[in-house]
């Protein structure tokens, strides 16, 4: 898909935030919805999502939605580098099918990562669901307190 076109209210983010389709949800709040990535490139993968704009991409939401995507992002980075412990944290957003995008409704990807593990393949390798439900678990718990 193309940097430019119509918003596509069927994607699977919108079917998410119209609680559709499942997710393992973290965190929400009126305007922000984040849960865990499905096919994680490293534990605790994470997305953030605007649950409002209906954008595509960084191109198309205005600003102030925009700045509670990046608050809620710092938010989960922390909560993820306070329970996950990692040696770095990776946040990254990618706009049209040739930059990377797979999903046309904007997201950020907030990725611990552990010096010596590199990064597993974008979109390849769905979770054991136990596992993200741990995980999910542990991060929530984190969050509240
Ligand atoms: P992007 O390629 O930047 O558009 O990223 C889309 C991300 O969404 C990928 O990391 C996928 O693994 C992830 N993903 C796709 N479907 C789902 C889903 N149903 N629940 C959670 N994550 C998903």
């Known amino acids: 898909m193309s940097l430019h076109g119509d918003y596509d209210p069927q994607n699977i983010f919108a079917q998410i935030i119209r609680g559709e389709a499942p997710c393992y949800k973290l965190y929400e709040d009126d305007d922000v919805l984040a849960f865990l990535d499905l096919f994680p490139q ?67 990807h907030v990725i611990p990562r552990f010096a010596g593990q590199g990064l597993g393949i974008h979109a390849a390798n769905k979770a054991d669901p136990a596992e993200l439900e741990a995980l999910q678990a542990r991060l929530v718990k984190r969050l509240a307190g």
């Open 42 to 108: 490293a534990l605790g993968h994470t997305l953030v999502i605007p649950k409002r704009a209906a954008a595509r991409n960084i191109l198309e939401i205005d600003a102030q939605a925009l700045a509670k995507v990046m608050a809620a992002t710092q938010l989960l980075a922390r909560v993820l580098v306070d329970e996950l412990q990692p040696d770095g944290v990776q946040v990254a957003q990618f706009n049209g099918g040739p930059a990377g995008q797979t999903v046309f409704h904007l997201h950020m």
